[in-house]
């Protein structure tokens, strides 16, 4: 399966390059063009909406942590909704839509949206479950849109330069495709719903990898909407609720890390390293000056015993890629070795760049006696009823409980360079516990992610050493402040990386 994924990396790039040519035409003003386009058809065409015309889509996930988060946003809504003398609207649970398979995924569920709200409703609004709304400023805004036109509206975002997570699309020019910030809250008027819903009844969706959510809905959109683009909203906001720039905002959001009670204690935290023979002298040393002494245990598992590290032979010859008889090793030697009683295991690759730390404050929020497999989530197959996975790079978290259930279940590597984080998607799919997503753990480094994104986030880990100095890297976004020698210079990194 992963040997697919440069094939598809080169189809997905050919697939956009008409798109790619006809965007790099425009004028580079585009942004400021839209913004006064939907400005001119407000003022000479103004529909006043009704807040039960909203369907709020809260983009929830079946966890208690997080199921609770999105209950109290949702009661918030109808609290709101209740004190302007209006009608509740209609809010849905996507971790709730289950019988439809990747229902996170957004595009499988706009067939049932349409079917079931397309009659009655103006607007469907999606937010994340620490999106803060505010109704009235919403309503205000959506009113500046004609309803009965095709509108996909957000806070965009946009890459600095071309990256793989999104294949290298639009490489002539990546800051002229824009997509929505979804932490921000994004929108898609009814009629443009109904023109997809009809497109993916003729036309299934066939894409095998969903790696970066945000970016494929709306190149989506993009091809199968007649060219249509995101409408960039000033009003979509990522600021802090309380900042003086959010005065003009419909929707705010909360950056800081999760916090549920005292952090996790390190000692209830096991890091398992996966490394090999060519990289103890390459990238052991970056995780030594880096993250290392967070972690109160931790083990090098490698094809090679070394002292000087040290390293543990798990008697698994080392692969090219894949790894999955090396994950499942660490897995039988978390339950079965004495002297690991922990919680939480924390897998990693030798060239992850993490903070023990702040995984600490996010850990307080899960319940260890539950399955957990927290991490940043992909999926594979899933318009065809594939499943979910937590890719490897960025770091998979397991509580004990999980990796107890999955080595009850038997379900194993069907060999050892098989993909460790696929086939552990796919194993945990079949025990019917859901993974678990986090945005601040990212399976690349931080120049392949648009600046405006991360700047909302408290990131928990990174991945890759390519073309970076993974030690400014680590010292820039992940080291507690009391490692930052100077705490101008690490801005000053920060920025500059």
Known sequence: MVNKIP????????????????????????????????????????????????????????????????????????????????????????????????AWTILPLLEHFSATYGRNSSWIFFCEEETNIRIPKLLETLTRFDKSKEWFLGKALYDEESTIIHHYAFAENPKIFKYPDFAAGWALSIPLVNKLATKLKNEPLKSDFTIDLKHEIALYILEKGNGHQLTPVPEFCTVDATSVKAAHCATTFNSSLPLCGNPVKKENIFVAVKTCKKFHRERVPVIKQTWEKQAALLEYYSDHTDSTIPTVDLGIPNVERGHCGKTFAILERFVTYNDFKTSWLVIVDDDTLISISRLQNLLSCYVPSEPVFLGERYGYGLGTGGYSYITGGGGMVFSREAVQKLLHSKCRCYSNDAPDDMVLGMCFNGLGVSVTHSPLFHQARPVDYPKEYLAHQVPISFHKHWNIDPIKVYFAWLAPDEDSQDGKLHQHIKEDL
Do not use: R, W
Request: charged share 20%; aromatic share 8%; with cysteine.
């Open 7 to 102: 094939l598809i990396a080169t189809a997905f790039c050919l697939s956009t390059c008409t798109f790619s040519f006809a965007l790099a035409a425009q004028d580079l003003n585009e942004e400021l063009k839209l913004s006064q386009e939907y400005q001119k058809n407000g003022t000479s065409s103004q529909t006043n909406i009704e807040l039960k015309e909203i369907v709020f889509v809260i983009q929830s996930q079946n966890n208690s942590f997080h199921k609770k988060i999105a209950k109290q946003l949702e009661q918030n809504i109808l609290k709101q909704a209740s004190g302007l003398g209006k009608k509740n609207p209609t809010v849905l649970f996507i971790h709730q839509m289950d019988k439809h398979k990747g």
